[in-house]
């Protein structure tokens, strides 16, 4: 195989990525100031702005996900259990002894079986419970005649809480990430560029060679 610099994230990829990275960033910071646990930003304003981001990342998700099933680009998610213990065993152990990352990116396959595994809880768990229970919150008037004891909303705010949570626990495990092996810069570079160091069958480059050059910049070094 030849290791060949190739675009494998297209605007749509690198667009969607930094729009979300910029809601849930905005939805973080005003959460905790709903939440009191900063002053940083009015109340008023928090609850204003973080209703508003969320509006726009629930449909920026749902363009999201038309587009992964048209595109087929969802199959990048489905997790496969070879190679899944000799990453997880890196990761917890490999990363700081010097080893060598034990998975290869190859052109249909741009995540390790671990990043699939959690990239899908997180599409398919975090993100519904996020925004089902915000919903449930933001549209608390239509249904509050229904829970006089106020228990439905005290379990749906904390639901709604502990998926935000564990969605932060997920960006600082993944910006933790981003800092070992090659470096953080190296890991960001192919999500603003879209090119990415990936392994090619010699039947692969020739093909975009000669059907998607534009695809193709040098050798890695």
Not at 64 to 78: C, I, R
Not at 90 to 113: M, Q, S
Request: proline residues 4%.
């Amino acid at each position: 195989m030849a290791e060949r610099q190739v675009l494998v994230y297209t605007f749509f990829n690198r667009l969607w990525h930094w729009s979300q990275v910029v809601s849930i960033f905005a939805l973080l910071f005003t959460g905790a100031a709903i939440m009191g646990l900063h002053d940083l930003i009015p109340y008023g304003l928090a609850v204003t702005v973080h209703s508003l981001v969320a509006i726009v990342l629930l449909l920026l998700w749902a363009f999201a996900t038309f587009w992964l099933f048209t595109t087929g680009a969802w199959k990048q998610f489905l997790p496969s259990q070879i190679g899944l213990l000799q990453v997880a065993k890196f990761y917890a152990w490999g990363v700081f002894h010097g080893e060598t990352h034990p998975y290869r990116k190859i052109l249909r396959r741009r995540h390790n079986p671990l990043q699939a595994l959690a990239y899908l809880a997180l599409k398919i768990m975090l993100f519904p419970a996020i925004w089902i229970t915000g919903l449930m919150y933001l549209g608390f008037t239509f249904w509050e005649h229904l829970d006089p004891s106020g228990t439905a909303i005290w379990a749906v705010a904390n639901l709604h809480i502990l998926s935000a949570f564990a969605i932060a626990s997920f960006v600082v495990a993944h910006v933790y990430l981003l800092t070992i092996g090659h470096g953080f810069r190296k890991h960001v570079q192919p999500m603003v560029t879209g090119f990415e160091c990936i392994d090619l069958t010699p039947e692969q480059e020739a093909y975009l060679q000669e059907e998607e050059p534009g695809r193709l910049r040098e050798r890695c070094k």
